[in-house]
């Protein structure tokens, strides 16, 4: 395809059309302070070097990092780090795998059409309900779009999230909707699983949205608010950021969950810097037509042979705009795959039994960092991740641990910078990556850090 430049008088054309006089206008929403006026200043860059020069130069630069790789990791807070096959990296890397991006054409990607189906299958057992879409970006835009489907289902526009929510999610959550007729509320920040749902249900709300286990790593059955969310007319939204707990807890369709959103990372791909990861999206069947995303099923073809369909797809480019679902989900094919392939490696005994060592390695965990002077265990319930509160700001002692060569977990301080109460709390993970020797130089170094 050529290139055909624009030129002024089409520019002109375009922002007279926008109603901007200039493409500054465009980015004025920017602050300043995060504009760059003279990028020549603003990165000091080399010049240009040979093949072999950049290599030694970016594995410098790479060398500087203290990688979870190498060194003990304690790292969690939505992101986390569970042991990927082998055979799982070579399977997605495989030509007809990495290069597939979305079943634009479904009927001739009989393959690709297959893997989202047991993705689908998989999604629907773990959660406990009755039909899955073929999964979405990532777990917060999961949560923004239940939101939008609740609102649409309910005819309401009041959307209440606890304070146990991921705040990437309900951050998510809020920006998604900011603009439409729905108001969202977003709870203080629920360390100990305390808040009162119940008192703020009322018959404006279209969905409460909830967490287990929650970003504090409380565990809670939500049974008895889905109960009365639904006296209300209103539906419960359950997400979570680590599926492998539903591996062992109560699933979210058994406590009555309306719709079930996660983040299926921990179980697809290594934590990398945030991405990439893959939502996944949940329902009961009488919601399916307003479920966003699309939704592969089963048929047989004119001859009696199984194969699969792209059942639903109610996106704007399948249907007229005002019709669809959302304007932005697609499905991330490869990461589903990944998800997909571990889930089938792993088996239903291998999910309980991995799901298991997790939350006995936790709570060891959790039982010595406790006997450390001046550290208390915050969550009472957890599945592999628990608060502590310290006697110093989190993010100094993390500092101190690093130094030490031990990624010791994540301060709450990280996302709730507005609230001082939470500067001495750290978010601990411990998964079957953690052996006892790094369980045990944690609690050393921060013996030492906190004397």
Request: charged share 20%.
């Amino acid at each position: 395809m050529r290139y055909l430049p624009l030129t002024a008088d089409d520019r002109r054309a375009m922002l007279a059309a926008i109603g901007v006089e200039t493409v500054e206008d465009l980015f004025r929403d920017l602050p300043a302070s995060a504009r760059i006026q003279d990028p020549a200043a603003a990165f000091d860059l080399p010049d240009h070097q040979g093949e072999w020069e950049i290599e030694q130069a970016l594995s410098a630069l790479a060398g500087q990092n203290l990688s979870a790789a190498t060194a003990p990791s304690f790292l969690g807070a939505g992101a986390y780090r569970h042991h990927t096959p082998a055979s799982l990296d070579y399977l997605i890397q495989r030509g007809e795998f990495l290069t597939a991006y979305t079943p634009y054409q479904p009927e001739v990607s009989q393959g690709t059409l297959q893997a989202l189906f047991e993705f689908q299958t998989q999604v629907a057992m773990i959660t406990g309900m009755e039909v899955a879409n073929a999964s979405m970006y990532d777990g917060a835009t999961a949560c923004a779009e239940a939101a939008a489907m609740a609102c649409r289902v309910t005819k309401r526009k009041k959307v209440l999230v606890s304070g146990s929510v991921h705040p990437h999610f309900a951050e998510t959550t809020s920006t998604f909707l900011r603009y439409t007729d729905c108001e969202v509320e977003v709870l203080s920040p629920d360390v100990f699983g305390l808040e009162d749902l119940l008192g703020r249900l009322d018959d404006d709300l279209a969905c409460v949205i909830v967490q287990t286990p929650g970003f504090f790593g409380s565990l809670k059955d939500y049974t008895t608010l889905a109960e009365a969310a639904h006296e209300y007319g209103a539906l419960l939204v359950v997400a979570t950021t680590e599926p492998l707990s539903l591996g062992l807890v109560t699933s979210p369709g058994e406590m009555g969950a309306d719709i079930v959103v996660a983040e299926g990372q921990s179980l697809a791909t290594p934590p990398g810097f945030g991405g990439p990861g893959v939502g996944l999206f949940a329902t009961r069947s009488k919601y399916v037509r307003q479920m966003p995303g699309r939704l592969c099923g089963e048929t047989v073809d004119v001859d009696g042979r199984r194969g699969w369909v792209l059942t639903l797809s109610t996106r704007e480019q399948h249907i007229r705009r005002e019709k669809a679902t959302s304007n932005i989900c697609t499905n991330s094919g490869l990461i589903a795959l990944a998800f997909t392939i571990h889930m089938t490696l792993l088996g239903e005994a291998g999910f309980t039994g991995l799901a298991e060592l997790n939350h006995a390695r936790a709570c060891a965990a959790a039982d010595a960092l406790g006997k450390v002077k001046g550290v208390r265990v915050l969550s009472q319930t957890f599945f592999n991740e628990f608060a502590l509160s310290l006697p110093k700001p989190a993010e100094q002692v993390v500092e101190a641990l690093a130094a030490r060569g031990i990624l010791g977990g994540v301060p709450a301080s990280r996302f709730f910078p507005t609230y001082p109460e939470l500067a001495e709390v750290l978010l601990v993970t411990v998964t079957e990556m953690n052996s006892d020797e790094q369980v045990a130089a944690l609690v050393a170094a921060l013996t030492e850090i906190l004397a």
